[in-house]
């Protein structure tokens, strides 16, 4: 390291994107601090104590796979594993956790206490400290470290910013309003102003929570109860974790004396009473949003999720609200399961500023600012999952840059980290991004019992995946492989039945029978097939799979050799989009402001079309900016 700075790497914020950029650095060898507000506050899960869900849980593996610590932390402080949309398809199959907050802190916590090579540090930063570039180049100025409160200066030629919900933080609860980061720690309010004094363009974007309750003022005999999957299935590949479902979620519904207290109360909310001007989350909306965007729905889902082993808290998932603590007490009672519940928190909304994300680069690294970064719900994402994925992307590609390495970049084909950062990037977001299935165009080829298949390799070449685990991978890939290859180069023992009575009984390859929809493991061992006792019930899901999708797999591979072609023809960073008459003006407009990468970028930038792309390609090829 070069005597003037005192770290290689400075991450700001413990939260889940914090963490992963923080932990991925420092195994990577770099000399790393991360500073936070408040040491307690590591890895804290201030919404729903739970991890994964649709896309969510994709992410999730995907970040297991390269050697982030999430999973594996959800694995170990789980209270109740499911996978949720198992009567749909494989591609939209989802692990999900019902996670102990406290411990999956304290876990958290003692995983970046004992990580060599990282320092934490409890100051608040309030400024980033930077300088002018000296060579010619696109970026201006460039980061040498940060400055706290009181003063402090602390240089490293490397910042990651992973601030969550912090940034001017603002809470809501009905008229009340005070400046507050997530569950009552105190907001940053100067990095905000530190970003935009560099220039960078800040949105404002809003969130909430609903109240929690005693659980034991529950109504057990009103609700349905929802168990763990046995045997319970988790998120962290090859680390021979014991998961056990120890808990029950529970589901209930509002009802029309629900929404008629929210009607009649609507102005009391902050957020209809005018007083919050960021922009919610469209997929994840307060109780308040579905009442008037769905107004004849007659009642609403409502999940009791449990917060952990030793609180009787319950999160009640559903009803995340900014109303006043004395309508939120009667619209909890007017349902029949709560009516005598006691409320423990009550709900509130939160505003906080985010960094536009087309300031980005796919490296996580801001565009007009060399060596700094950001990660999480600074860039307008919501979730722990996207701000983790986020921030071991930002953690490797801050690593790799200091060594003069090529970037570490996932594509839409390989991951849905490459879908989020692409997202992201090109499309921009007007509300708190997040992670749907429906978002990725390869999703049968990115399902979430893959990732390892298609991500551990490059986890093992950064460093991250230990040689242990490399181990049981590639033992596992050739279980896998070598029963295929025996499925469809061996005859069933037992003849098949054909159909046409006229033609007689004859053996059939096992994976021919296997191709069929209703034919599982049980009908391949009634005609013969024996599996291995090192095939487990997870490696024959995936040859299952593998063997039943087979045709769609390979056209959608095939699909992403065509989008990765089109991904390799690469634009100029300083053409002039204005000087391409043969393009629509808005499409000039918006390929001069995103300024993609491949022909790939632009192609998905929200208002530039087919036809653009063909004459925006027929104009590289006649200057010779392509071949």
């Known amino acids: 390291m070069n005597n003037k700075y005192d770290y290689d790497i400075i991450v700001i914020g413990g939260g889940h994107a914090g963490i992963e950029a923080a932990l991925a650095a420092a195994r990577m060898g770099a000399n790393t601090a991360i500073f936070i507000i408040n040491e307690e506050s590591i890895g804290r899960m201030s919404c729903n104590p739970s991890i994964g869900g649709p896309a969510k849980g994709h992410l999730a593996r995907e970040i297991d796979a390269l050697g982030g610590e999430l999973a ?45 090579n990282l320092e934490l540090l409890v100051e608040e930063v309030a400024d980033v400290l930077t300088e002018k570039m000296k060579n010619n180049t696109a970026k201006k100025i460039r980061t040498t470290g940060v400055q706290t409160v009181n003063g402090k200066k602390y240089y490293a ?13 603002l809470i809501h609860i ?23 004094k560099m220039g960078l363009r800040l949105g404002r974007f809003k969130t909430g929570t609903p109240p929690r309750i005693d659980l034991n003022t529950l109504n057990y005999n009103l609700v349905e109860e929802q168990p763990g999957d046995e045997p319970p299935e988790g998120f962290s590949y090859y680390r021979g974790i014991d998961l056990k479902n120890l808990i029950s979620c529970f589901l209930t519904y509002t009802n029309k004396e629900t929404h008629r207290i929210i009607e009649d109360n609507i102005k009391e909310s902050a957020l209809y009473g005018g007083r919050i001007r960021g922009t919610g989350p469209r997929y994840c909306p307060s109780i308040e949003d579905k009442i008037v965007r769905f107004p004849d729905k007659e009642m609403h889902h409502l999940f009791i999720e449990p917060e952990g082993l030793s609180t009787n808290e319950g999160y009640v998932n ?34 906080y500023d985010y960094v536009i994300p087309g300031q980005i680069e796919t490296t996580m690294e801001i565009k007009r600012i060399a060596g700094l970064y950001t990660a999480g719900q600074i860039n307008g994402t919501s979730g722990y999952e996207e701000a983790a994925a986020q921030g071991l992307m930002a953690g490797v590609n801050a690593i790799l840059s200091m060594d003069n390495k090529d970037p570490f970049i996932l594509d839409r084909g390989s ?34 019992d893959n990732a390892d298949e298609r991500l551990m390799p490059l986890g093992y070449k950064l460093g991250l995946v230990s040689s242990d685990r490399w181990s049981i991978f590639r033992k596992t890939m050739q279980i896998i492989h070598r029963e ?76 992403i050799e065509k989008f990765r072609q089109i991904e390799t023809l690469i634009i100029p960073q300083n053409i002039e989009y204005s000087a391409v008459k043969t393009i629509t003006m808005e499409a000039r407009e918006k390929l001069t402001k995103v300024k993609p990468k491949s022909l790939g970028q632009a192609a998905r930038i929200s208002g530039v079309n087919y036809t653009d792309i063909t004459s925006l390609m027929v104009y590289l090829k006649r200057n010779g900016f392509i071949s």
């Open 415 to 448: 991951s849905y980290i490459g879908v989020l950062i692409d997202d992201l990037i090109i499309k921009g977001t007007n509300e708190p991004y997040r992670m749907f299935t429906s978002r990725a165009e390869y999703r049968l080829f990115l399902r979430q």
């Open 157 to 169: 030629p490397r910042v990651i910013i992973a601030g969550g919900t912090f940034f001017n933080g």
């Open 72 to 116: 594996r932390v959800a694995d170990i402080t789980g209270i109740q594993f499911r996978m949720l949309n198992k009567k749909k398809g494989p591609a939209v199959w989802a692990p999900r956790s019902q996670n102990d907050r406290y411990l999956y802190s304290a876990e958290m916590k003692n995983v970046v206490l004992k990580q060599p």
């Open 484 to 559: 295929i290859e025996f499925l469809k180069n061996n005859n069933t023992r037992k003849k098949l039945t054909p159909k046409n009575k006229d033609r007689q009984a004859e053996p059939i390859k096992y994976a021919a029978l296997l191709k069929r929809p209703e034919v599982t493991l049980n009908d391949l061992i009634e005609y013969g097939y024996s599996p291995p006792t090192d095939v487990s019930k997870s490696i024959w899901s995936r040859i299952s799979l593998q063997i039943k999708y087979e045709g769609y797999l390979k056209r959608q591979q095939q699909d």
């Open 318 to 351: 559903g009803i995340s609200t900014s109303l006043p603590a004395q309508i939120q007490d009667k619209l909890v009672k007017s349902i029949p399961a709560l009516n005598k519940a006691k409320i423990l928190k009550y709900g509130y909304a939160i505003e």
């Open 174 to 196: 009905g008229k009340e309003s005070y400046p507050s980061g997530r569950d009552n720690e105190p907001a940053s309010l100067y990095l905000s102003r530190s970003l935009e």
